[in-house]
């Protein structure tokens, strides 16, 4: 059974930096797509930055410049790195995993940005 298990600090200053790690277990193979999305109060849950196994990546327009991908292949793992933090990033932020034809979902870590 795959699991999805994110890490990160759940609290810091506007203009910060903080990155976040999610960790996938329980398959040998390597997913298609891994990536983070995020949701907002009261927000729809919105792509934030994804990465193929091919290494090309996509990114919110919002976080351009701000935010990067990586992955680990090997070890199922990606990471993000969070820099110029804004209130606006306020979100619990979800990992997800694609092997198709299946998409995992991890249960999620709040990030606060005070201001």
């Known amino acids: 059974q795959v699991q999805l298990v994110e890490s990160g600090v759940g609290l810091v200053q506007a203009g910060g930096s903080q990155r976040l790690s999610c960790v996938a277990s329980g398959t040998r193979f390597r997913f298609n797509v891994m990536g983070w999305y995020r949701q907002a109060p009261g927000k729809q849950r919105e792509l934030v930055a994804t990465m193929q196994t091919v290494g090309s990546t996509n990114y919110a327009d919002s976080v351009k410049g701000r935010f990067t991908i990586s992955r680990d292949t090997a070890e199922n793992t990606v990471y993000l790195q969070m820099n110029s933090l804004k209130p606006e990033d306020t979100a619990v932020y979800y990992c997800?995993?694609?092997?198709?034809?299946?998409?995992?979902w991890g249960q999620g870590t709040q990030v606060t940005v005070s201001s």
């Open positions: 997800n995993a694609v092997l198709m034809p299946r998409s995992y």
